[in-house]
């Protein structure tokens, strides 16, 4: 089955302590892209990548980061967390960045909490 | 600045009624997504909207796009429950190879007997 998946799906940690959260495709997608969702802001852009080795930020970069060494995974880092990084955090995927009609396809999520 | 509007943000609606949710975008765009979001769940692709004038249709939702006024809608007809979630509209602004796609904040709609 084509999908995007994402470990772990919740997750409860405390400030400071470093984590990842992975997300990997299965449908050779080029574009790769985190997003997280909060209360009445929609979900807002991390970090995306356009192939392999190439990532730049999106519109909240800050405390986070994120490696692209192969072409199914895109895992997002916090190197320590704080609590308002507390999220529901999207991974996403598509075929080609720009390819016109081709929506993204979404993980399941993670629900981050840091306390 | 590359800004997407839903409204209204939060929709009550009786069974059997007919409602419109609006997506307005702040500049060039001629790609248009919905998405709709079940609670507790991730994002499924509804529509694609590609060009002025297009309109899909799906049951009881159906979505159009005005790339002239920079907007688009999603229509629903006759709601039934089913039709509760959280709809998403995302707009791909040019140049379009250059990962510029935005979401709206969301239209949570609860139909309700």
């Known amino acids: 089955e084509a999908q995007v998946t994402q470990n772990p799906r919740y997750l409860i940690t405390v400030t400071g302590k470093k984590l990842t959260v992975t997300c990997s495709q299965n449908?050779?997608?080029?574009?790769m892209s985190w997003y997280r969702q909060d209360p009445g802001l929609g979900l807002r852009q991390i970090y995306y990548?356009?192939?392999?080795?190439?990532?730049d930020k999106g519109d909240v970069p800050e405390g986070y980061k994120v490696s692209r060494k192969e072409k199914r995974n895109f895992p997002l880092i916090l190197e320590s967390p704080s609590p308002n990084q507390t999220s529901l955090y999207f991974c996403?995927?598509?075929?080609?960045?720009?390819?016109?009609?081709?929506?993204?396809?979404f993980g399941p999520g993670t629900r981050l909490t840091v306390l | 600045e590359l800004k997407v509007e839903q409204n209204p943000l939060f929709l009550s609606m009786q069974e059997g009624k007919n409602y419109t949710i609006y997506c307005n975008y702040s500049t060039t765009s001629d790609r248009l997504y919905w998405y709709r979001q079940d609670p507790g769940k991730s994002l499924e692709s509804l529509f694609v909207?590609?060009?002025?004038?297009a309109v899909k249709q799906e049951g009881r939702l159906m979505a159009s796009l005005d790339t002239k006024a920079r907007l688009s809608t999603l229509h629903i007809t006759a709601a039934v429950h089913d039709l509760s979630a959280t709809y998403f509209c995302a707009v791909e602004f040019h140049p379009y190879n250059n990962n510029d796609m935005r979401f709206g904040a969301g239209t949570r709609l609860t139909v309700k007997p």
């Open positions: 909207l590609l060009s002025n004038g």
């Open positions: 990548s356009m192939n392999v080795e190439v990532t």
């Open positions: 996403a995927s598509s075929l080609h960045p720009g390819l016109a009609g081709v929506p993204m396809v």
């Open positions: 449908m050779n997608h080029e574009y």
